[in-house]
């Protein structure tokens, strides 16, 4: 804690602060802003008052840069260090964002079961994203498989170690295709207006509005294979190799595309591995990029017709491999230690058992994935 005659100065000093915005001798706009930042946050947070501390304006973002050259630097440290003595600061300049690249990798590689390919790809794209600020172009991925493999999974992973609120931070975005646009007669209508359902109005304003708000923003399309080729071109500019567009840099977007697209194509790969006695973990990119690029390009939807796909937009065609049996058993494992139980293998064979197993000869893989477990579960539970 700060003593009280320390305690004092910084008070006096956040009211000069203000009073001295108005004055000619300093940095108007930057001194007033985080004036108002500070005592923003002693209303919010010591003096309890009506307010919404995570507010996304200026007046409620961490202040950061040289605010003031020239300033005694004694008042400026003061003000930071007792600043950051209640939890504030943070080395990314906006506390919304974390990056935390060794969680990232951690979560892929316990909590992510038979996907050996996403994990990599997933863990390289992001890595290498972040540590590159002058990326020429937003990073764009592209995930395929059959429904629960994982796609939504680890498209949640990336929100939670890249945001402090995860996929409910208000740098993230997710976007259902039969959800939000449900209506292709519509399709000229959400090009502008993100239709009834979506609540902040035009589509491309919503994602322009997100990137000026957010330093680096995260936008999750799920179900794609479902966009009518309009809306996806109608944000394509977003993704391309702009310096900016109508005066905004997207170039700090992630932009992930979930569908089941090429799902078959996945499972055969890793049907013919199997009949060959190879190992899965031995199916590289090599083998399965070229075939889902080629699969997108046909397939019926927003994908084929876009120019997302003619221009070459999407940096990673990232495979979700179908589950064995094994990793049913991992799953469900998890599932019941999110409850706090510990079940023994006779349990956790038995959930395996009750999933439903493709082809019919085999029966290798699970045609549910591990998207039924934690349902699949209570039926076991004593």
């Known amino acids: 804690m700060f003593p009280a005659a320390q305690m004092f100065s910084i008070v006096i000093l956040l009211s000069f602060l203000a009073v001295s915005a108005n004055a000619d001798f300093f940095q108007f706009d930057s001194i007033s802003n985080v004036s108002t930042?500070?005592?923003?946050?002693?209303?919010?947070?010591?003096?309890?008052?009506?307010?919404?501390?995570?507010?996304?304006?200026?007046?409620?973002q961490v202040p950061t840069g040289d605010i003031w050259p020239g300033f005694p630097q004694y008042y400026t440290g003061m003000l930071t260090a007792w600043y950051c003595s209640l939890g504030q600061c943070c080395d990314s300049g906006d506390c919304r964002i974390t990056n935390n690249?060794?969680?990232l990798e951690r979560d892929l590689q316990m909590k992510l079961h038979g996907q050996h390919l996403a994990q990599s790809v997933v863990l390289k794209a992001i890595q290498g994203?972040?540590?590159?600020?002058?990326?020429?172009?937003p990073l764009t991925l592209s995930f395929h498989g059959w429904s629960g493999t994982g796609k939504n999974f680890v498209a949640r992973i990336v929100a939670d170690n890249l945001y402090r609120d995860g996929i409910k931070s208000e740098c993230v975005r997710l976007f259902i295709a039969p959800f939000h646009f449900a209506h292709e007669r519509l399709v000229d209508v959400y090009k502008y207006l993100c239709g009834f359902v979506c609540d902040q109005g035009q589509l491309r304003e919503a994602i322009r509005d997100m990137v000026l708000?957010?330093?680096?923003?995260?936008?999750?399309f799920d179900e794609a294979e479902k966009l009518h080729p309009g809306l996806i071109d109608a944000i394509k500019p977003y993704m391309d190799?702009?310096?900016n567009v109508d005066g905004v840099s997207y170039r700090r977007a992630i932009f992930l595309f979930l569908s089941n697209i090429g799902g078959g194509a996945i499972n055969e790969v890793a049907l013919d591995f199997w009949h060959s006695g190879q190992n899965r973990e031995d199916i590289g990119m090599e083998d399965l990029e070229h075939l889902l690029r080629a699969e997108a390009m046909e397939a019926e939807g927003g994908f084929a017709q876009s120019?997302?796909?003619?221009?070459?937009?999407?940096?990673f065609f990232v495979p979700f491999l179908p589950l064995e049996?094994?990793?049913?058993?991992?799953?469900?494992?998890?599932?019941?230690?999110?409850?706090?139980l510990q079940p023994d293998e006779g349990t956790l064979d038995e959930v395996a058992k009750a999933m439903l197993y493709v082809p019919k000869e085999e029966k290798l893989f699970s045609a549910?994935?591990?998207?039924?477990?934690?349902?699949?579960?209570?039926?076991?539970?004593?």
């Open 37 to 60: 930042y500070y005592f923003n946050y002693i209303y919010c947070n010591i003096w309890e008052g009506d307010c919404q501390p995570h507010q996304d304006d200026a007046t409620q």
């Open 101 to 103: 690249i060794t969680g």
């Open 129 to 137: 994203f972040i540590k590159n600020p002058e990326s020429n172009k």
């Open 213 to 220: 708000r957010c330093p680096q923003t995260l936008f999750i």
């Open 241 to 243: 190799h702009y310096d």
């Open 307 to 315: 120019e997302l796909m003619s221009g070459h937009l999407i940096d």
């Open 325 to 340: 049996y094994r990793h049913v058993k991992l799953c469900a494992r998890d599932a019941y230690a999110a409850r706090g």
């Open 368 to 382: 549910q994935g591990c998207k039924s477990i934690p349902q699949r579960i209570n039926f076991f539970l004593p």
